[in-house]
């Protein structure tokens, strides 16, 4: 026969792997709507999965809910990866974050560097080594001597 005790942790073990189900099957959902809403856009979702990046409990008309945020990486270019965030409330899209594409095209350029006002540019400066002077705390490694024997 089962004690309370027992009982208790049982239920509590079902709670969990109900918990686990429910979670999976919201997650292969997201997929399934983050590929369509990027096809949509035409937009290449990346590595084909999202990630579970949050969760909050709302309140919608007096019933809570939990809403569930995934994070998945697209490519506009087919060169760059960027970061996509899509909330579901249960089987529902509830909001979703996609980047534009004049940013991405901004974000893949390279930067301008007017020259006439900074003049040429530099390479960055070497680290001097503390026997040389210099005033950081890095000891280089120097091999060490071989035995004798």
């Known amino acids: 026969m089962l004690s309370l005790t027992d009982l208790f942790v049982l239920l509590l073990l079902c709670g969990l792997v109900a918990s686990w189900m429910g979670l999976t099957a919201a997650r292969e959902r997201a997929v399934a709507q983050a590929s369509r809403l990027c096809s949509e856009h035409d937009i290449q979702l990346l590595d084909q999965s999202v990630a579970l990046s949050g969760l909050r409990l709302y309140r919608h008309d007096g019933h809570l809910g939990v809403e569930v945020r995934y994070g998945f990486e ?35 350029a390279e930067p301008d560097y007017p020259e006439a006002v900074y003049g040429p540019r530099r390479p960055p400066p070497t680290p001097k080594r503390i026997a040389e002077g210099g005033s950081d705390n890095v000891i280089p490694f120097r091999p060490r001597p071989k035995d004798p024997s």
Not at 90 to 98: E, N, T, Y
Request: proline share 3%.
């Open 74 to 108: 697209v490519s506009l270019d087919g060169r760059t990866r960027q970061g996509g965030q899509i909330w579901m409330r249960g089987r529902r899209v509830a909001r979703l974050v996609m980047p534009e594409r004049e940013a991405a095209a901004f974000a893949s």
